[in-house]
């Protein structure tokens, strides 16, 4: 359940511009001290005993990068994006210049124009660079010049564009004991928009022949009709023991009768299917009978695992029900999964445990953060195997990565109750007692406007609308605000974590929806259409396509109306003050807040559409994670602003950036070649947070005779 804000940001007020920290929100304040952390643990479900490795584990580069290397999305398969390379350094940093520009020429043509997304965050490994296009196009570049080495387009159509055209990555796999002249002895593996695995062999692009039919696995396979757009792949598989696994984004908001969520392995040297886990029918250990499907409209996982290699786990961070905003006829077990961290054993594709942070999810607060594994310090001076999991409502928890049980106390605070659903909905919510990216409830004073007609018109809005806190429950007579938006909290740009420093670094977005949920009858008479009908949710109250604008939600009693990054109409200006997203510095030992800055510039934004050029640092809405170096440095794009920039980690000051050609919505790495650091970023942009489409991946370093 890919999702994004609507964007617009700007400035007019310094004085606006510094976001009072609040580091202690009600649900840390609040948390009772003498919870321990079994106590703490909420709805864990049955959490079994650990079991020992079935597997005799075979590391991949992905477990244990050189140090040169990104060898995984997160940069190794526990997905820390810290570096251990520390020549470029705060001292330096402002001297880097561009080393190379690389140009995919994957750009959007007809049927693609304003669905373009590419998202491509590259893995490094040797003197290679892997990456995909939006498109799904597979390329190798060599990492000390950028230049093409081979690509293979697998010929995806643009009509299996769900939302956005969209390959955050691929998958590096080196099969065990094969001969170094073996074809595919090394692979690179990616899901595409039109539901395949596709493996190639990592010299030379050609396809992987014993793998599934001729180097494909159809992931259609099981799913029932194909709609095309329905169901698709934006994010790489994880591989753990020899078992890949993918889940697939569905689109949000069609139908109760959406694709399974279910989630699939597959042997990485043969793709054969190894297993599969539906939640909706756990006997069910391979593909369904003739006639049948995965159960349909279970929670789904379309952002990225990750995975401990020795415990032969992979966490899934889940999404919620296929009808996002309304929960009447979902099942006991997607109640039970919905909006929850579940680690999988790896050789069974059986769930080991799972810790879910929404209760009765009807916010799509979906899981969009791949979490981190960190040996978490304790007092004693000794160390807790642990995995980090953000959220978008903002609360992070510190799980003990075995047993999912809380390090760190977790309240069941009262949740409001209302709507449509007062029978259905949770009386209570978990809240960290870690640490929260969350801010204060909203208050009509905090609406905004560029000239005081907008704040009125605002305050007015806010005056009308439902409004009980961070969980609001979805009404139908009036609007609902939802605050923070879909988008986060953290979603899957991800955090960084310096375990050796002690810190996380993690950027989020702090504005709300203006939400409604629309009566059937309304819903028919404004022709909302599902995906398999050929509905393109453009009929809608709010100013454009954004995801949940229009939804039909067949086989509810309601569609839902989004005004994502709730904006005033006319100006377009967004209803509460800036800033609008943010990135924050957190003690690893303590959750303390140990910094927090607004994140990106009013440079590309402004009323109307208009950017202003101006150069305060504001806070935009931003999609894209951040990466830590070793000399302490933090590299981020992610915001509207259009630049990439270099943060020092001990204080949060920028002390560098440069413009990009697109927008910077992707995850940027860092790695040596030749004994010279770069830094890489795919400036792709992003349609729905309206930064200039791009096919660029720009690498940066320091000047060759700094060397």
């Known amino acids: 359940m890919f999702t994004s804000p609507r964007v617009l940001a700007y400035v007019v007020s310094l004085s606006l511009a510094t976001h009072a920290v609040a580091q202690n929100t009600e649900g840390e304040t609040d948390a009772p001290e003498e919870l321990t952390s079994s106590e703490s643990q909420i709805d864990v479900g049955e959490s079994q005993a650990v079991q020992a490795p079935t597997f005799s584990a075979t590391p991949q580069p992905s477990d244990d990068p050189a140090p040169g290397d990104w060898a995984a999305w997160g940069r190794e ?56 296009s939006a498109m799904n196009v597979m390329i190798s570049l060599d990492a000390r010049t950028g230049e093409e080495q081979w690509r293979h387009d697998p010929q995806v159509d643009t009509g299996a564009i769900p939302y956005s055209a969209s390959c955050r ?3 590096y796999y080196e099969v065990p004991d094969a001969d170094d002249d073996q074809a595919c002895a090394t692979r690179i593996i990616e899901g595409t928009l039109d539901a395949r695995l596709i493996a190639v062999d990592a010299q030379t692009g050609e396809l992987c022949q014993a793998f599934g039919d001729g180097g494909t696995v159809d992931l259609w396979a099981g799913i029932g009709e194909k ?14 023991q020899g078992v890949l ?17 279910v989630i699939r392995g597959y042997d990485a040297v043969t793709g054969e299917l190894e297993w599969a886990w539906d939640m909706g029918n756990p006997n069910l250990d391979g593909l369904p009978p003739d006639g049948e499907t995965y159960t349909r409209g279970t929670p789904n996982m379309w952002t990225t695992a990750s995975s401990d290699e020795a415990l032969g786990y992979v966490y899934l961070p889940m999404g919620n029900s296929s009808v996002d905003y309304w929960g009447g006829n979902r099942s006991e077990e997607e109640h039970e999964f919905s909006t929850s961290l579940v680690a999988i054993d790896v050789n069974t594709g059986d769930p080991v445990w799972h810790f879910q942070t ?11 953060s791949q979490p981190t594994l960190v040996d978490f310090p304790q007092d004693d001076g000794s160390t807790v195997p642990a995995i980090i999991l953000p959220s978008k409502q903002g609360d992070i928890y510190v799980l003990n990565r075995e047993t999912g049980e809380s390090l760190f106390p977790v309240e069941e605070v009262e949740a409001p109750t209302g709507g449509v659903e007062p029978d259905n909905l949770s009386p209570t919510q978990p809240s960290s007692g870690y640490h929260s990216l969350a801010f204060p409830n909203l208050e009509e004073k905090d609406m905004w406007g560029m000239t005081p007609i907008d704040q009125l018109w605002c305050r007015i809005q806010f005056r009308r609308a439902s409004y009980k806190g961070m969980y609001t429950p979805p009404t139908v007579g009036q609007r609902f605000i939802q605050y923070p938006g879909y988008n986060g909290g953290n979603d899957w740009g991800s955090a960084a974590v310096d375990a050796e420093r002690g810190i996380i670094i993690a950027n989020y977005n702090d504005i709300p929806n203006y939400n409604r949920l629309i009566p059937r009858e309304e819903a028919e008479e404004r022709n909302l259409q599902p995906i398999y009908a050929g509905g393109d949710n453009t009929d809608s109250e709010s100013d454009g396509p954004a995801e949940g604008a229009g939804d039909p939600q067949v086989g509810a009693p309601y569609a839902i109306d989004v005004n994502a990054g709730w904006r005033a109409p006319v100006t377009g200006m967004p209803c509460t003050a800036p800033p609008y997203g943010g990135i924050r510095a957190i003690d690893l030992a303590s959750g303390e807040t140990l910094w927090d800055e607004p994140l990106g510039t009013a440079r590309k934004n402004g009323p109307f559409g208009i950017p202003s050029y101006m150069p305060f640092k504001i806070g935009t809405p931003n999609n894209g994670g951040p990466l830590l170096t070793a000399s302490g440095l933090i590299f981020i794009a992610a915001a509207t602003d259009d630049l990439i920039r270099a943060i020092d980690t001990e204080t949060g000051e920028v002390l560098w950036d440069d413009v990009l050609p697109a927008g910077g919505q992707a995850n940027p790495i860092t ?16 349609h729905f947070m309206e930064t200039p489409i791009g096919d660029y991946v720009i690498a940066y370093a320091l000047p060759e005779d700094e060397n």
């Open 77 to 132: 398969s526990g997905a820390s994006r810290h570096s251990p390379l520390d020549e470029i350094t705060p001292d330096n940093v402002s001297q880097l210049e561009v080393a190379w520009t690389y140009r995919t020429g994957d750009m959007p043509e007809e049927d693609g124009q304003g669905k373009y997304a590419p998202e491509t965050t590259p893995l490094k490994v040797g003197d290679n660079l892997y990456l995909c």
């Open 169 to 171: 990555g691929v998958t």
């Open 227 to 240: 709609v095309p757009g329905w169901y698709a792949v934006t994010a790489p598989p994880v591989v753990a």
């Open 245 to 261: 696994v993918t889940g697939a984004q569905v689109k949000d908001g069609q139908a109760e009768d959406a694709p399974s969520g």
């Open 358 to 368: 929404v209760h009765y999810d009807v916010w799509d607060y979906d899981l969009g």
């Open 671 to 686: 790695y040596e070649a030749d004994g010279r650091q770069y830094v890489v970023i795919g400036a792709g942009g992003h």
